[in-house]
């Protein structure tokens, strides 16, 4: 019966995997264009956090995957609601996830806007992948802090 419990260091390595797994935080990558996704997933994972990509809002709210996130990564302008839009949403719901925008198209009222709703950072395309690295790793500290308190 080994592997039963799924706690680390059970004798199942699949079952140890899969709990070091779930501890890891879960960024969720939103743009409706496939190439942002494809490079930003790949720098988040390469940073070892766990990831799932959608592109657009509403597939995000769709997915059911709302409880488990430590960061939202999106979008500020894409066709339906804008990612600015789901951040005013998600909080309307009392989801205090926090998240990273980035535009190619800069709006310093969309900008104040989402920094007062609690962005962590709101960058401009194209960007430095260091300068979105350096928001992810403040957000997932935010998000850790209200989760000890």
Known sequence: MSGEGGAIGARSPRLGKIDRLSKLPLVAIIDDD?????????????????????????????????????????????????????QAH?????SRVPFIFFTAFP????????????????????????TLVQGL???LKTHDGEAEG
């Open 34 to 86: 496939a190439s942002v996704r494809v490079t930003t997933d790949s720098l988040v994972r390469s940073l070892g956090y766990r990831t799932r990509t959608f592109a657009s809002a509403e597939e995000f709210m769709g997915s059911g995957r709302l409880d488990d996130l430590s960061c939202v990564i999106a979008d500020v302008q894409m066709p339906g609601m804008s990612g600015v839009e789901l």
């Open 90 to 94: 998600l909080r309307s719901q009392g």
């Open 107 to 130: 709006d310093e009222k969309i900008r104040a806007q989402a920094l007062a709703a609690g962005a962590t950072c709101y960058l401009t395309k194209p960007f430095q992948g260091e």
């Open 137 to 139: 790793q403040a957000a």
